[in-house]
């Protein structure tokens, strides 16, 4: 999927993926965001994607686009102890400015669900 935007230049397109690695990278430095969750259909085992590997990211979400609204669903993994809710506010509110301010376009859903708890050191 992508998104488009007409111009006064030109049509310009946005793919799924490059929404999905920026999206990625503004959650995990979201407060209570340990990292992003890879989840096997397969196994039912859930693989923690860290920050280094950007390109990794992408896995933890899926992007929809309809009529130039972006839908987000993010699988995570949030650190112990922390409020779900608030991690939730904090990444919604985030990610929604950041990847509006990105695309030009209107982020109208996000969706976080929760894989796992770690423990910080």
């Given at each position: 999927?992508?998104?488009?935007?007409?111009?006064?230049?030109?049509e310009?397109?946005?793919?799924?993926d490059?929404?999905?690695?920026?999206?990625?990278?503004?959650?995990?430095?979201?407060?209570?965001?340990?990292?992003?969750?890879?989840?096997?259909?397969?196994?039912?085992?859930?693989?923690?994607?860290?920050?280094?590997?950007?390109?990794?990211?992408?896995?933890?979400?899926?992007?929809?686009?309809?009529?130039?609204?972006?839908?987000l669903?993010?699988?995570?993994?949030?650190?112990?102890?922390?409020?779900?809710?608030?991690?939730?506010?904090?990444?919604?509110?985030?990610?929604?400015?950041?990847?509006?301010?990105?695309?030009?376009?209107?982020?109208?859903?996000?969706?976080?669900?929760?894989?796992?708890?770690?423990v910080?050191?």
């Open positions: 999927m992508e998104g488009r935007m007409n111009t006064e230049f030109g310009i397109t946005v793919d799924s490059v929404i999905s690695i920026y999206a990625g990278s503004v959650a995990v430095e979201c407060f209570g965001i340990v990292g992003m969750a890879a989840v096997s259909m397969k196994d039912g085992l859930v693989k923690l994607l860290r920050r280094e590997n950007t390109d990794d990211l992408k896995h933890g979400i899926s992007v929809k686009i309809e009529d130039n609204s972006i839908y669903s993010f699988h995570v993994i949030v650190a112990y102890g922390v409020n779900i809710l608030t991690i939730y506010d904090n990444l919604a509110d985030t990610v929604k400015y950041k990847v509006e301010q990105f695309t030009g376009m209107t982020v109208s859903g996000i969706h976080m669900y929760v894989e796992g708890v770690r910080i050191d």
